[in-house]
């Protein structure tokens, strides 16, 4: 069943780098749209950039939850798109959570994943309403392929995501939120049980299926560690990214043993002083810069049985691609025929496979291996070779 009337979007964090490419890409397919915010000023120069008429302005600032519960009231679904999501979550939440609204965000911080996992779910399903948090690049897609390579092998040994991107130019949002993802508080999937990401190897190659290749890993704080083991019965998921996706080639090789003193750094005073020295960057990618970045994820799957399979995915246009992600879910969460209910890993929520297969014309293509072996054979496509 499909909806005969079209929803109403809030985009929580419109001025922001993402937030104003969701509401333009939510805009272009004529949905309405709240753009929601803490400055009045900001979300008015929005507006105004937008067709007359197709949004409505709505000024609540995180502290204000009267405000917040009237502004995410005036649609059916919220997309949080005000990051650091350790700061901005909770808050807007909760209002989704009165409002009884579905909540989606771009987050990429695996606390905060885990946050609506085990905080958030059981006042969710008493509200009847859904939230899906880490809906972007990070990690919708990677969480679809990983449901798509281990589910079928279920219950598996281990579950390991690669990620690769080249020319990927952040945004101010995104460097604030990696200095809350990259200090070393991040967890690892050991035995069903949550342990210390830290605690992983430090150095490790993977190899990338081509044109990718052999590439040094470093540990990767991603969603996936979290959000799969909701979908895929496994043991272990793992994450990594290779170095030359977030450093320059000269420091690539050595990101992985300077890893600890950055976790360590990002404990210290020096985080706030990072954080203000943020401001000054410029606020993300120009739009050609924007679309050319292009990105890998891999998986792998080892079943209990010793068989194995891999997986992956691959696209362009990282924040572009958040947009399209952030406006299809924001619809399918709107639409009557949703069932979800509760904190949802992407996977949960959306069919994986036809998910995948509707970003075709965006350029997002992927492939699932058959499965392999039985006798503890493992793939060669994209083997994780620790502790070199
Ligand atoms: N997972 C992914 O693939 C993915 C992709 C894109 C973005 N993201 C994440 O999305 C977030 C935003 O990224 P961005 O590129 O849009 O960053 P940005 O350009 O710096 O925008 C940040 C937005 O958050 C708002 N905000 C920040 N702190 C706030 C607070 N305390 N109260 C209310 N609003 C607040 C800002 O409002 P003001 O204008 O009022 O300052 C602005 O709208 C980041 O966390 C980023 O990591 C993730």
Redesign the pocket.
Known sequence: MTSTTTPTVVVY???????RLVAAELVGRGVPVVLA???AE?LRIVADGLPTGAAEVAVA??DDDAALLGAVRRGQVVAN?????V??GDPVLRAAIAARVHYLD????QDWIRRTFEVHDTALRGAGVAAVA?A????LPGDLLAHLVGAPLAPLERLSVAYHVVGFGM????Q??ALEMLDGRDVAYEEGRWASGGDRPRRASVVFPAPVGRQTVARYPAGEVVMVPRHVETRRVDARISTVSVVPPVAARALPALQPLLERILRTPVKGLLDRAIDRLP??PPEDERRAARWTVAVTAEAVDGRTASGVVRGPD??GL?ARLIADGALALADPSFAGRGALAPAQAFDPASTLDGLADFGVTYTVDPPRGGSGARSAATRTEAGR
């Open positions: 964090g419109a001025t922001g780098y993402t937030g915010g803490r400055n900001r600032s995180l798109c005000a990051g650091p999501f700061r901005t771009t987050t990429g911080e880490g972007a690049f990070d990690y945004t101010r949002g995104t604030r939120s606020e993300g990282i924040y958040t």
